[in-house]
């Protein structure tokens, strides 16, 4: 038996009564396999998830508004450290962010104008 861990939660697989399947050890996890499909140590979702680029904005990474990137980071580098949990939660924190920034800039610069026009006034419900 090749030297394997379970894809889903890192523990340890080890060979059916029949021989012919890997099942993880964790009591948790209901990983099972074919021997002849398993590849050996494969990645967890969360990394293949992050392996391909096609799904990721590397421009955002950059260039985007700090407070933005920063959570898209994390929700990155939950998923490539196996933490699907976490990412759900930083996903939740991305979208938060990507709602109220526009927002708020958006209210700052009617608040700003000395003179805002009637549909601004209506917007941000002032007088
Ligand atoms: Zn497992």
Request: hydrophobic content about 35%; glycine content about 4%.
């Amino acid at each position: 038996m090749p030297d394997t861990v379970c894809p889903r939660c890192g523990c340890a697989l080890e060979e059916s009564k029949s021989g012919t399947k890997y099942i993880c050890t964790n009591d948790d996890c209901t990983f099972l396999v074919k021997k002849a499909d398993f590849q050996g140590e494969e990645k967890p979702w969360t990394v293949r998830l992050c392996d391909d680029q096609s799904l990721w904005c590397q421009e955002a990474f950059e260039t985007y508004p700090s407070i933005i990137a920063h959570e898209y980071w994390r929700l990155y580098e939950l998923l490539q450290q196996g933490q699907p949990y976490g990412a759900l939660f930083q996903l939740k924190d991305l979208l938060e962010v990507l709602l109220k920034f526009p927002v708020l800039a958006v209210a700052s610069g009617i608040l700003a104008n000395k003179y805002p026009s009637d549909l601004e006034k209506k917007i941000l419900s002032i007088s």
